[in-house]
């Protein structure tokens, strides 16, 4: 069974960058598709990019095209997001996760539902200031 572990938060001036990692164990990443989510206080969690097993296909939220770059380092088993340009309105907690089962549907279409990912981690802070 799949887990996965973030780490590399922290507090950034706007303008600043950051690096995230995900580390995973018990299997390795190349598996599975894996998606970085967000949740700042008081809103919904949001699915920020993700990158598809196999092809290695990424996806990213409007919002943040152009500024993250999604990952992954297979010797490592690790998967890395980086934030360039950060701004306040990307603080929130940092969630790293992905599905252990099939998917359902295809993935390029349905990777920022958060219903189907079944594995997370306790997720990082991430806090911008202005």
């Known amino acids: 069974q799949v887990h996965v572990v973030e780490s590399g938060g922290g507090l950034v001036q706007a303008g600043g960058s950051l690096r995230l990692s995900c580390a995973g164990s018990?299997?390795?990443?190349?598996?599975?598709?894996i998606a970085w989510f967000r949740q700042a206080p008081g809103k919904e969690r949001e699915g920020v990019t993700a990158?598809?097993?196999?092809?290695?296909?990424?996806y990213y939220k409007d919002s943040v095209k152009g500024r993250f770059t999604i990952s992954v380092d297979n010797a490592k088993n690790t998967v890395y997001l980086q934030m360039n340009i950060l701004k306040p309105e990307d603080t929130a907690v940092y969630y790293c996760?992905?599905?252990?089962?099939?998917?359902?549907?295809?993935?390029?279409?349905?990777?920022?539902?958060?219903?189907?990912?079944?594995?997370w981690g306790t997720g990082t802070q991430v806090t911008v200031s202005s």
């Open positions: 996760t992905t599905r252990t089962r099939p998917w359902l549907g295809y993935y390029s279409a349905t990777w920022s539902q958060a219903a189907q990912y079944d594995c």
């Open positions: 018990g299997s390795s990443l190349d598996y599975y598709h």
């Open positions: 990158i598809s097993s196999g092809d290695g296909s990424t």
